[in-house]
Nanobody, 122 residues
Framework: QVQLVESGGGLVQAGDSLRLSCEAS??????MGWFRQAPGKEREFVAA????????HYSDSMKGRFTISRDINKNTVYLHMNSLKPEDTAAYYC?????????????????WGQGTQVTVSS
């Protein structure tokens, strides 16, 4: 049974950094990604990564502050978030799929984690 388990969320102050982790069970996915959803807003794409750290794709609005990385051996994907802003407050979801890279639409991912909350205070 495939499971994605996120961790690392929490309450931080503006300007702080945070690293989210998502550990996957089962076979190695071709692509893993992060999405986020703020209250009252639609879920939005954050970043995605293929099997290699050289294959990454970011939302334009988060490029430069967020970095996605992956440890294939641990079947884990990370999201490093720097210079956090109050508008980054959201539930962050890990997603994965066996399909081809890149993918930035939520319907393109078959597997999802339960989410981890990130709250950034001003």
């Amino acid at each position: 049974q495939v499971q994605l388990v996120e961790s690392g969320g929490g309450l931080v102050q503006a300007g702080d950094s945070l690293r989210l982790s998502c550990e996957a069970s089962g076979r190695t996915f071709n692509i893993m990604g992060w999405f986020r959803q703020a209250p009252g807003k639609e879920r939005e794409f954050v970043a995605a990564i293929g099997r290699s750290d050289r294959t990454t794709h970011y939302s334009d609005s988060m490029k430069g502050r967020f970095t996605i990385s992956r440890d294939i051996n641990k079947n884990t994907v990370y999201l490093h978030m720097n210079s956090l802003k109050p508008e980054d407050t959201a539930a962050y979801y890990c997603a994965a799929d066996y399909g081809a890279f890149p993918r930035w639409k939520d319907y393109q991912y078959e597997y999802w984690g339960q989410g981890t909350q990130v709250t950034v205070s001003s």
